[in-house]
């Protein structure tokens, strides 16, 4: 008995370190890094498309005090602050029961592999599966409006609020997969652009 509890304590030693060890490993990043890899001009002169979202978010917009429009790369700081104002809600909020089991539902579903390359931005059981900021936003902003909307948004209507911060986040990259969707006769919405349903077409 004494056997098997040593080893149940180092087995769980084991794995704390690894799990520390991954999350720590993964490299932080913020708009700042990917500045170079974005349009230019986020205001729409290079979104044929009209893809990018622009002004304050319906309900919870002024309530966290964010703007689509904060986050570009004319104004870096204003950017990361908005970023880590979102990421900041991962930590505060924490969800059990039937809203850890719906965050689960939508969150597995988007990814930001175009800095990390996680298959999504948790792992099964809800634990973040990505380091960078642009994962703690959209893990914060998910768990926000599960506890404090969860009549107002449906599951894919938080999917879709997640894509449009994605779609600000990595506007060159999704604007590209865009062109291919398009292409491909595929509808232009924010799931099938940002979520995991056409990831790698």
């Excluded at 689960?104 to 380091?131: H, L």
């Excluded at 491909?184 to 979520?195: C, P, R, V």
């Amino acid at each position: 008995m004494k056997k098997i509890l040593i080893l149940l304590i180092i087995t769980t030693l084991f794995m704390v370190a690894f799990n520390w060890f991954q999350m720590n490993s993964v490299k932080e990043i913020s708009i700042a890094d990917v500045a170079s890899n974005t349009v230019s001009d986020t205001s729409g002169a290079g979104d044929s498309f009209g893809l990018i979202p622009k002004g304050m978010p319906n309900i919870y917009g002024n309530e966290l005090g964010v703007s689509f429009d904060d986050v570009s790369p004319a104004n870096l700081q204003k950017a990361d602050s908005t970023i880590k104002k979102l990421g900041v809600l991962d930590q505060q909020i924490n969800l059990k029961g039937g809203e850890l089991k719906r965050y689960i539902g939508i969150t597995s579903k988007i990814s930001c592999e175009y800095c990390c390359g996680a298959d999504s931005i948790i792992f099964g059981d809800g634990r973040p599966a990505c380091g960078c900021q642009h994962s703690f936003a959209m893990r914060g902003l998910a768990k926000y409006l599960i506890k404090n909307h969860a009549n107002e948004y449906t599951d894919d209507q938080i999917l879709e609020e997640l894509g449009k911060w994605k779609m600000l986040f990595f506007p060159s990259q999704l604007l590209e997969k865009a062109k291919v969707l398009q292409s491909k006769g595929i509808e232009l919405n924010y799931i099938n652009l940002a979520s995991n349903k056409y990831r790698g077409l």
